[in-house]
T-cell receptor, first 116, second 109 residues
C-alpha cells in the first residue's frame, strides 16, 4: 500500500545544530508540503513543492530549507535550530496538479522535535 | 487577522449529542472546503470536502458551506466516543490549503 513516512519520529537536539527531518512518500504525488503544528496556531505551512526541483516558501519559512531532487522525498532542514522551532512537524503530499483547487492532502505520522 | 478562523473549543459533549463545528474565512478565492480529523499523536486525515456553497452528507456527518457569509460548518449527529479528536477545517486555493487551528472534541460515554 502507498504511504507517507517521516523519520525520525522523535528528535531532541541542541540550539545551533543543523537538523534534517526526512519525508518519503510512495503515492507518486507531485505535491509535497511541510507544516508545523503548535498549540494555538494549528497547522502552519513551512515550505512546499509542486514537483522535482520546485520549492516554495510558506508562511513560516524563516530558518528552514527544503530541496526536491526526486518525486518521493522532501527533506526539511533546520539550518541552526532554535528553541522556537520546538514543535510537531508534519509532511503531506497530494496528487492534483497545480491550478486545481481540490487538494486532498495525505499526512505522515509527524516528527516531534525538541530543541534544548 | 488570520485567513481562516475556527472556533477554538475545546468541546465536551455526552454520547448521542449533535455537535456543530464552525469556521469563518476571509479569502473569497477559496473554492474547496475540507474537514480533517486528527486523533491524538497522529497526522490529520480527510473527513469530507465540499465544493462551493451547499451541503454534503456522509453518514452521521454533514458539511455546510455558505460562501455569501464566508462560513462553514460540520455537524456530527449521534456523536460517539470514537469521534473524540481534533477537527480542522481547511480551504483550498491554487493547490495548497490553509488550515484552521482546530477544535478538540471529547464525546463522553
Amino acid at each position: 500500500d502507498a504511504e507517507i513516512t517521516q523519520s525520525p519520529r522523535h528528535k531532541i537536539t541542541e540550539t545551533g545544530r543543523q537538523v534534517t527531518l526526512a519525508c518519503h512518500q510512495t503515492w507518486n504525488h507531485n505535491n509535497m508540503f511541510w507544516y508545523r503544528q503548535d498549540l494555538g496556531h494549528g497547522l502552519r505551512l513551512i515550505h512546499y513543492s509542486y514537483g522535482v526541483q520546485d520549492t516554495n516558501k510558506g508562511e513560516v519559512s524563516d530558518g528552514y530549507s527544503v530541496s526536491r531532487s526526486n518525486t518521493e522525498d522532501l527533506p526539511l532542514t533546520l539550518e541552526s535550530a532554535a528553541s522556537s522551532q520546538t514543535s510537531v512537524y508534519f509532511c503531506a503530499s497530494s496528487e492534483n496538479p497545480r491550478g486545481l483547487s481540490y487538494n486532498e492532502q495525505f499526512f505522515g505520522p509527524g516528527t516531534r522535535l525538541t530543541v534544548l | 487577522q488570520k485567513e481562516v478562523e475556527q472556533d477554538p473549543g475545546p468541546l465536551s459533549v455526552p454520547e448521542g449529542a449533535i455537535v456543530s463545528l464552525n469556521c469563518t474565512y476571509s479569502n473569497s478565492a477559496f473554492q474547496y472546503f475540507m474537514w480533517y480529523r486528527q486523533y491524538s499523536r497522529k497526522g490529520p486525515e480527510l473527513l469530507m470536502y465540499t465544493y462551493s456553497s451547499g451541503n454534503k452528507e456522509d453518514g452521521r456527518f454533514t458539511a455546510q458551506v455558505d460562501k455569501s457569509s464566508k462560513y462553514i460548518s460540520l455537524f456530527i449527529r449521534d456523536s460517539q466516543p470514537s469521534d473524540s479528536a481534533t477537527y480542522l477545517c481547511a480551504m483550498s486555493d491554487a493547490g495548497k490549503s490553509t488550515f484552521g487551528d482546530g477544535t478538540t472534541l471529547t464525546v463522553k460515554p
